[in-house]
């Protein structure tokens, strides 16, 4: 009788071994293609970082010819404010309109549209990238300090904390913005007169003398040679009607010559343009003077009755080529000889003119949503018009406007 074979369960078993070990081969397989992978992507990744940005600068070479300063204002809620002003830190009491009770904010939503080209879409990181390794300083007085608390804020919403850092320069008039991860440095330096004065302390000055030594810029001079872009703004504190022209020091300040605020303008701006010319290499440092800005003091030119202002405007005025009383053409045209002059001597300063884009802007001052720095009497609190800040400007606002023209030109030079 012939034996039963034994069942082939060996071969079955080898079957099963090798699906199961060739399973695990393709794990492992797919395990590694995927460590190679991951680690390839990296490389890649670091490769990239490690590459400079480059940004398309045709943007800002194709608005060449035109005339930024020529256009009307829009509302655009869309791509307004810039930023929000709980965002910002650094934006002083007196232009921090939203956290001293203003309500509305449609002044905060008006995007200036120049009649013959588009201004960029702002991108702060851009900025700061094209701006590497600069230093930009803001010089004048309070408004231009409205101006550079904006670019702050408008650049600073895209660095990291513990990447930046505000603060104010020991005994000098110099507070300093950095961004460290792109060596940038906004700067913001105290002369509302340009060359010395009795108000060359940013806090601790008197507000209704001007005296001024017309040949000394020095002092503040000299802590402007190594910037990259110098913007000036002097006028708000020229409209003194007089003003005394100091001969000898602040310590003996009895022997002076009293002079008209055109006067002392005039001779100003030759000792600030004598020191521009002589001083600055001008290959490298690329220099603007904002013009003067509209004051919104008096509603009766706008149709209101009374002695009313900005008090409780939230509207822009929309009549082309309003221009307010305030404004004094006659040192806007004092201006633009001395860069004039300048031009033939090699020299090109660049005016940023926003003198007429502020005339229509009454609904964007601060009023009296700002920090008050002593107790308002009886009477200005029965009377709100009467401590209304219709000088400086609301943050986010107008100033950001300011900014974007100022960088369409700057961005232009520093590719």
Known sequence: ???????????????????????????????????????????????????????????????????????????????????????????????????????????????????????????????????????????????????????????????????????????????????????????FYWAPLLVESNGDHPSKHRTNERIVRIKSIEKHAKNWINADVLVFNSYLWWRMPILKILNGSFEDPKQYNIVDNHNGYKMVLKTWSDWLHTNINHTRTHSYFMSMTATHHKGVEWGKKGNQNCFNETEPITKDGFWESGSDLKMLMMLESSLNNLKTKGVNVQMINITQLTQNRKDAHPSIHRLHYSPLSDEQRSKPSSYADCTHWCLPGVPDIWNELLLAHVLRKHK
């Not at 395990?31 to 600068?57: C, G, M, N």
């Not at 404010?81 to 956290?99: E, N, R, S, V």
């Open 1 to 187: 009788m012939r034996k039963k074979k034994p069942l082939q369960t060996v071969g079955i078993w080898n079957v099963k071994t090798m699906v199961e070990s060739g399973v695990m081969m393709l794990l492992i397989i797919g395990a590694l293609v995927t460590i190679v992978f991951y680690y390839v992507d990296i490389d890649h990744e670091e490769q990239k970082a490690s590459r400079p940005v480059v940004y398309d600068t045709s943007v800002y070479d194709s608005l060449e010819g035109c005339d930024l300063f020529s256009g009307k204002w829009v509302h655009d809620n869309d791509s307004y404010p810039l930023y929000k002003d709980l965002d910002c830190p650094y934006i002083y009491g007196d232009f921090a309109c939203g956290q001293y009770g203003r309500m509305d904010s449609k002044y905060q939503q008006w995007r200036w549209q120049p009649h013959a080209c588009n201004l960029p879409r702002f991108d702060a990181k851009e900025v700061l990238e094209r701006l590497r390794g600069k230093r930009v300083i803001f010089i004048g007085d309070s408004v231009t300090r409205n101006q550079w608390v904006s670019m702050v804020c408008m650049l600073q919403t895209v660095i990291p904390l513990g990447r930046k850092k505000m603060e104010k320069v020991r005994h000098v008039s110099l507070f300093t913005f950095k961004a460290f991860d792109y060596d940038v440095s906004i700067d």
